[in-house]
């Protein structure tokens, strides 16, 4: 079978017969990053009856063993491939039974009575659609926790050649960062994935996780669906750790190609015309090779002059292209 579904041995503690939240978590290696994560949820008081669902993408690194071993409690499910992150947030949900439901990303800390101030932000606002919270790197730094819908002309800003020209500067900045203030709780249009906190109900209605996402803009596009239901609100109030990037950089030959490819799906989805998605991809395709090289004279040049650590996100950010370059352009054409 494609998937295992593991009912954990008796817990240390009873689970709640309905929780009030459900924790849905995708992982994918990672082990020490999810052992943190967990430990932040079970070893603090969340003021609030959960419960947690994990959905492992078959992870080579002992995470899923370690969930077994040290989290008890833990609802488990066992895929036998990489699903991806919708896919796998799906299939915890299926078995959630919380009246929400919490995704969380596996690189991410949850300070005491996280859940309990989502709640009650949820109940004080019924007819909202999805929250998230104030995100905070663990450097101590506020990150852009919420951003406004992409266009095609914000992402041309990133085309090598087209960058220099500035003709897509502003925006490119407007879907950044234009419109953030981390301490003003206010109606936003797209929440930052690493952590999302939405009802079952809501959730349903939406459709839930677009499965044609593997891994990136997934975020988008549930922000995108849910906003048609009700608002999507920051909470300013409540803040989760977010390594950030962890995830995706070690994993960077899974996420950088898919990253790409659900751009393209968001923008069909959106409407963008046949025209437009071909001169999109078109351009992509011929910037990715000199984005290759500019990332590895980068890297390069960093290490000669002692930035180790900016070296080696420079080669990282290089086998991305190169992985996207030789495994995964055909797939980026047909999306």
Not at 168 to 189: I, K, L, N, Q
Not at 255 to 268: C, D, E, L, S, T
Not at 274 to 303: G, H, N, S
Not at 311 to 324: I, Y
Request: charged share 20%; glycine share 6%; proline share 4%.
């Amino acid at each position: 079978m494609s998937q295992v579904l593991i009912a954990p041995p008796e817990p240390r503690v009873a689970r709640p017969a309905v929780p009030d939240v459900s924790v849905c978590i995708a992982n994918w290696n990672c082990v020490e990053l999810l052992r943190r994560c967990l430990q932040s949820l079970f070893e603090q008081d969340q003021g609030a009856r959960f419960e947690v669902i994990i959905a492992d993408n078959a992870s080579t690194d002992g995470a899923a063993d370690m969930v077994v071993a040290e989290f008890p409690d833990v609802v488990l499910i066992r895929n036998a491939e990489n699903y991806g992150f919708a896919r796998a947030s799906n299939q915890a949900a299926a078995v959630a039974t919380g009246r929400f439901l919490f995704f969380l990303n596996n690189d991410t800390l949850v300070p005491e009575r996280t859940l309990r101030r989502f709640l009650d932000l949820a109940e004080a606002n019924p007819g909202a659609g999805m929250f998230g919270p104030r995100l905070r790197g663990a450097d101590g730094e506020v990150q852009i926790s919420y951003r406004r819908r992409p266009t095609l002309a914000a992402l041309l800003h990133r085309i090598t050649l087209l960058r220099w020209t500035g003709l897509f500067r502003r925006a490119y900045y407007e879907y950044r960062r234009d419109t953030f203030d981390p301490m003003t709780a206010r109606e936003v249009e797209v929440l930052m994935g690493a952590a999302v906190f939405l009802s079952r109900t809501v959730f349903d209605r939406v459709g839930r996780w677009d499965e044609a996402y593997w891994f990136g803009v997934e975020d988008i596009d549930l922000s995108t669906q849910v906003s048609r239901f009700g608002p999507v609100l920051y909470a300013a109030s409540v803040e989760v750790v977010h390594y950030g990037r962890a995830a995706g950089r070690t994993n960077i030959n899974f996420a950088a190609p898919n990253v790409a490819i659900g751009y393209v799906h968001y923008f069909r989805k959106c409407g963008a015309g046949p025209l437009a998605l071909f001169a999109y991809k078109a351009l992509v395709t011929v910037d990715a090779p000199l984005q290759l090289t500019q990332k590895l004279v980068e890297a390069v040049w960093r290490r000669a002059t002692g930035q180790r650590a900016k070296a080696h996100n420079s080669l990282v950010a290089a086998r991305g292209l190169w992985a996207f370059l030789r495994r995964e352009l055909l797939r980026f054409w047909k999306a």
